[in-house]
């Protein structure tokens, strides 16, 4: 069903020269581990993959849970996980997440913090080995392989940047965490740009979504894609104090791209062009994307593979979203956690005369079915989620169990594993949508027409045309895009992440913006002292 050409054997390299017994008999000499081509690759370059997913908490891009998702998800007016009684309230975390009120010391975020550059870490030794073997490869074969380890450390490198700013920029297996000084946050960003442009030629021109050789890789579509975000962006990262009331003109940004000076809208229209070039399209179908079997969509661009039968990682976001009677209804298990906002379900139009289509693709809502028939609470009564009876704290609520649209999206496999946290349904990353709602978006703020982008994406589930205004815009990214992982971002290039928004009072200390970015974790700050805590941020 989904088979990678190159299995992603992972073969540690602290295996290979971590033993302290120059006679250890069980040790392996790397001069007979690299011996082909094939070696190398296996061994520098897709072993890296085992890191996009996860089965762990804080570890793989999305999938888990108090990672990278949870802190771009949770911490906006997308989605809550309200105390719910007895339940989940964890010590405040979901609460704090929501409030803005995160703790430098909290060990989710160290252990984000560490999942991250240990990726990085892991790709500078890539790149020392492809260069240590460079005699097994070919001359085409060195430079691409060097320019995928490159890609996918500045994808790490962008969501460590995204997320916390100013951070240490490690490039060298000479280099480490722990003694490296700061980088400001423009000069990783043009360090990613940079890594991205160069890299982005010698990666392969398949797509990273289809079954065989380039499944789960990043290939030039994908370097295409994540340019394309980080020019949109390009306001918020090339600020070098987000404190201080002042930010950059986006119109004033400029980039060489291909040989031509291009400002970051242009740019940022360029990348997406590039995308569309390079073969994808919109499914016909949106549910599609996230079938079961979506290793066949023409839209998806990155995911993250997702096999009960041959990888460990999961997909854990059904199975926390859903109540306890759905859950077994389905065959699975559920926790009963998160759900949607007020803001959010009235975005889509929810009570109105005008919902969005997208409502019932994304969300569970109201009466509960499930194979048509209504599932039933142990009281003899229907299950019915109420999506505008969320609050915060739930605990004195009559809906204290049912409060809050569901999350939906990814169709359900009764086949799945664990409770349903390991189905066949890769996890989408990246996908074209989200392309021309950029390239629409990119458009208005250079002072030009977006209509034809926006529109394509909302005809597409059977909206009306809508003018591709900024406020427009930001809907549609939150009913297309819902559970994907990209408000928090999104909010932030707004310039609203730091207020107030559906049930959070923002504080007036959160008027200077420094909770835009997170802190930096105290257990990185006391492992290396050259690192400075974020404004705002107590050490």
């Known amino acids: ?132 073997n460079r005699q097994l490869l070919t001359d085409n074969q060195y430079k691409a392989y060097r320019a995928e380890v490159r890609a996918i450390r500045a994808l790490y490198y962008y969501y460590l940047m995204d997320m916390f700013g100013n951070i240490p920029l490690v490039t060298t297996v000479s280099e480490d965490t722990e003694n490296t000084k700061q980088t400001s946050r423009p000069e990783v960003y043009k360090f990613i740009v940079k890594e991205l442009q160069e890299a982005m030629p010698l990666l392969s021109t398949g797509h990273s979504n289809l079954a065989g050789t380039d499944y789960g890789r990043v290939t030039r579509s994908v370097a295409n894609f994540l340019l394309a975000k980080l020019m949109l962006n390009g306001e918020v990262y090339s600020d070098s104090d987000w404190t201080d009331s002042q930010q950059p003109n986006g119109k004033q940004i400029y980039f060489t791209v291909d040989g031509q000076q291009m400002n970051i809208w242009q740019a940022c229209k360029y990348y997406c062009d590039k995308v569309t070039a390079d073969g994808f399209t919109l499914a016909p179908d949106y549910l599609s994307n996230f079938s079961v079997h979506n290793e066949t ?87 019915v989620y109420m999506p505008l009876a969320v609050e915060i704290n739930l605990t004195n609520s009559s809906y204290i169990k049912t409060a809050g649209a569901r999350m939906a999206k990814y169709e359900v496999d009764r086949t799945s594993y664990n409770d349903g946290k390991n189905p066949n349904n890769d996890i989408v990353l990246f996908r074209y949508a989200d392309v021309l709602l950029m390239k629409a978006e990119a458009a208005v703020r250079n002072g030009e027409n977006g209509n034809t982008e926006l529109n394509l994406v909302r005809s597409r589930s059977g909206m009306g045309n809508r003018t591709a205004t900024l406020e427009n815009i930001l809907n549609e990214r939150i009913m297309e895009l819902m559970w994907e992982g990209w408000r928090r971002n999104d909010l932030i290039r707004f310039n609203r992440f730091h207020k107030s928004y559906d049930i959070r009072t923002a504080p007036a200390t ?25 404004k705002g941020y107590k050490r």
């Open 1 to 132: 069903m989904k088979y990678l050409l190159r299995p992603l054997f992972f073969f540690s390299i602290l295996t290979l020269t971590g033993c302290l017994d120059e006679n250890c008999k069980d040790c392996l000499d790397t001069q007979h581990v690299y011996t082909t081509d094939n070696d190398v690759y296996i061994n520098a370059v897709a072993t890296l993959y085992n890191y996009i997913g996860g089965d762990k908490d804080s570890e793989g891009l999305q999938g888990t849970y108090r990672g990278v998702y949870d802190y771009n998800t949770f911490t906006t007016d997308e989605a809550i996980i309200p105390v719910r009684g007895g339940d989940w309230y964890d010590g405040g975390f979901w609460v704090d997440l929501y409030r803005h009120n995160w703790a430098v010391d909290s060990k989710p975020l160290y252990d984000t913090w560490k999942y991250l550059y240990k990726v990085i870490v892991f790709s500078n030794e890539a790149l020392a080995t492809i260069d240590k």
């Open 297 to 383: 969509s023409p839209e998806n661009i990155f995911i993250i593979p997702v096999d009960k039968h041959l990888y460990k990682n999961q997909f854990q976001y059904l199975f926390r979203s859903r109540h306890y009677a759905h859950g077994s209804a389905l065959g699975t298990g559920a926790e009963n956690g998160a759900c949607a906002t007020i803001s959010t379900v009235n975005t889509f139009g929810y009570g109105t005369n005008n919902v969005d289509t997208r409502y019932a693709y994304n969300l569970y809502s109201d009466t509960v079915r499930v194979d048509g028939n209504v599932v039933y609470l142990e009281n003899g009564k229907p299950l």
């Open 510 to 534: 959160e008027a200077d913006r420094h909770t835009i970015v997170f802190p930096i974790p105290s257990r990185a700050l006391d492992l290396n002292k050259n690192l400075k805590q974020n």
